[in-house]
């Protein structure tokens, strides 16, 4: 089992859809969660973090953590053509050292 | 200009040469980090560094080594590179003492391959 698992994709949505991004993580003691978006070619950017159970909007953007279950997720509300991208999921483990493992992402198709 | 750099942004290397990644931030972050991206792997840690002359294993540091005289520089040297090797390489810093809680910024990355 991969520490940080999350479907490859592609994701195609609609714009002005709802995008849904799953990430699932083994590590039950996990402290923090991580989402970046990266672009084709390009290096990855932080778009969100998230450390307590719930909801954490921040303009578009809405990361749910559900540590019961081991899953975060990542909502994009009115999908743009502009959030074509891949998206990492990062998650601090319980570990002594500073590690923080990535998912694969999850490519994102945003259709006009 | 402010941030992290990487040179060069490509790099192509034969087998067995040494070959050098240089990384440079400009904020004087504490903890600074090397992981490479593979398709199917994702990004995976290399070394890492929590200050001046204190660095430490990641998750794949085989053939490869890292300094860190100075705070704003943290080169990864491949010492005999191998073509399992070929990949992109991110350099990253963190603004706070605690990265696992505050994220990563990002260079802007080395693609090196290996003939």
């Known amino acids: 089992q991969k520490e940080v698992e999350q479907n490859s994709g592609p994701l195609s949505v609609p714009e002005g859809a709802i995008a849904s991004l799953n990430c699932t993580y083994s590590?039950?003691?996990?402290?923090?969660f991580f989402w970046y978006r990266q672009y084709s070619g390009k290096s990855p950017e932080l778009i969100m973090s998230i450390y307590s159970n719930g909801d954490k909007e921040d303009g578009r953007f809405t990361a749910q953590l559900n540590k019961a279950s081991q899953y975060v997720s990542l909502l994009i509300r009115d999908s743009q053509p502009s959030d074509s991208a891949t998206y990492l999921c990062a998650v601090k483990g319980s570990g002594g050292y500073q590690k923080v493992t990535f998912g694969i992402g999850t490519k994102l198709q945003v259709i006009p | 200009d402010a941030g992290i750099t990487q040179s060069p942004r490509y790099k192509i290397t034969e087998t067995g040469r040494q070959v050098t990644l240089m990384c440079h931030q400009t904020?004087?972050?504490?903890?600074m980090f090397w992981y490479r991206q593979d398709l199917g792997h994702g990004l995976r840690l290399i070394y890492y560094?929590?200050?001046?002359?204190?660095?430490d294993k990641g998750e794949v540091p085989d053939g490869y080594v890292v300094s860190r005289s100075k705070t704003e520089n943290f080169p990864l040297t491949l010492e005999s590179a191998t073509r399992s090797q070929t990949s992109v390489y991110f350099c990253a810093s963190s603004e706070l003492n605690t990265p696992q809680r505050y994220g990563y910024t990002f260079g802007s990355g080395t693609r090196l391959t290996v003939v």
């Open positions: 904020w004087s972050h504490s903890y």
């Open positions: 590590d039950r003691g996990s402290q923090s």
């Open positions: 560094s929590a200050a001046a002359d204190i660095t």
